[in-house]
């Protein structure tokens, strides 16, 4: 069922609770993919009911940033949700969720804002703003749908690990599982941005998995220093690439790793034809 309205999301919603149902979230921004899927799966498996909500968060987006030229393919990702028999697609227009005519701006709105030491670093620090955008979007889906547990993308492991931050910071009610990153054969990881990408341009992508899959390689062969683990980075990157950041963090805290051990998530960001490719990977895990 779609619907648009946050009022009718909750009169749905408390039919449910009324019947004592357990509800699945799972938030995205549309064009929907098998990385997707796999999280709404995980939901069906989980819950007796699922939202999927499908919403182009206008405040995660810079002025500079893609927010107009964003894929939206609603009609596609409905049917995908139905093949899934996903319960509710929430697809709200912007005046929906933040009031007709309404400046986006934390000057006029509340935001939910994470702490700086989340935030000032990896995505954050070159997209100033976007994990406000993010926890205020997600807050405010949480009190519409008001479900037992949310789904995210490891593929976003920094917004993940904002996420679980926020929830037990403010002793939100939710629980939050993570889910595998979701690959093309290839290795590349999914994104409704990849899109974007010639058939060159996806080739030129891959060497983000390459860069990480070679570290964890390097790693299992005994290197633990970080800086002759970056190093390693260089041989796969070209003058297509424009690397952003190669970074070694703590998989919970995101505190830096001088050396990389079995807590460490390392994590990349490269533009390539102009498009910014994100990936990561636990040096330790599959
Ligand atoms: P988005 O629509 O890009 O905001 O993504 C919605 C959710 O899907 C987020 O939790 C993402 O981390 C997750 N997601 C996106 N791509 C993938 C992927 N390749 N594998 C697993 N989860 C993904």
């Given at each position: 069922m779609l619907l648009n309205k946050i009022e009718d999301v909750r009169k749905q919603v408390a039919e449910w609770k009324k019947q004592?149902?357990?509800?699945?979230l799972v938030p995205t921004m549309g064009?929907?993919?098998?990385?997707?899927?796999?999280?709404?799966?995980?939901?069906?498996?989980?819950?007796?009911?699922v939202v999927v909500s499908v919403f182009v968060n206008p405040i995660q987006f810079g002025p500079s940033e893609d927010f107009d030229k964003y894929p939206r393919t609603l009609d596609a990702d409905t049917k995908l949700c139905d093949t899934e028999s996903v319960d509710i697609v929430f697809a709200p227009a912007p005046a929906e969720m933040y009031g007709e005519g309404q400046r986006l701006s934390n000057d006029t709105l509340t935001y939910v804002c994470p702490p700086f030491f989340y935030v000032n670093k990896l995505c954050g620090k070159s997209r100033v703003g976007h994990f406000d955008g993010v926890c205020t979007v997600v807050m405010k889906l949480f009190n519409i749908v008001q479900p037992d547990c949310a789904f995210f993308g490891q593929k976003d492991a920094q917004q993940v690990i904002i996420i679980k931050k926020m929830v037990k910071d403010l002793n939100v009610p939710i629980e939050i599982t993570q889910c595998p990153?979701?690959?093309?054969?290839?290795?590349?990881?999914?994104?409704?941005?990849?899109?974007?990408?010639?058939?060159?341009?996806?080739?030129?992508?891959?060497?983000?998995?390459?860069?990480?899959?070679?570290?964890?390689?390097?790693?299992?062969?005994?290197?633990?220093?970080?800086?002759?683990?970056?190093?390693?980075?260089?041989?796969?990157?070209?003058?297509?690439?424009?690397?952003?950041?190669l970074e070694f963090v703590d998989k919970t805290t995101l505190e830096d790793k001088e050396k990389a051990d079995r807590e460490t998530l390392v994590l990349v960001a490269c533009r390539v034809e102009n498009v910014r490719l994100i990936d990561n990977i636990y040096i330790e895990e599959n």
């Open positions: 004592g149902l357990k509800i699945g064009a929907l993919h098998e990385g997707h899927l796999s999280l709404i799966k995980k939901a069906k498996a989980n819950c007796d009911k990153i979701v690959r093309e054969s290839s290795g590349l990881a999914l994104s409704s941005r990849n899109k974007y990408l010639s058939e060159e341009g996806k080739k030129d992508a891959l060497a983000l998995s390459k860069v990480l899959n070679n570290i964890k390689a390097c790693y299992q062969k005994g290197i633990t220093d970080v800086s002759a683990l970056k190093e390693t980075a260089y041989s796969f990157l070209t003058d297509k690439h424009d690397l952003e950041y």
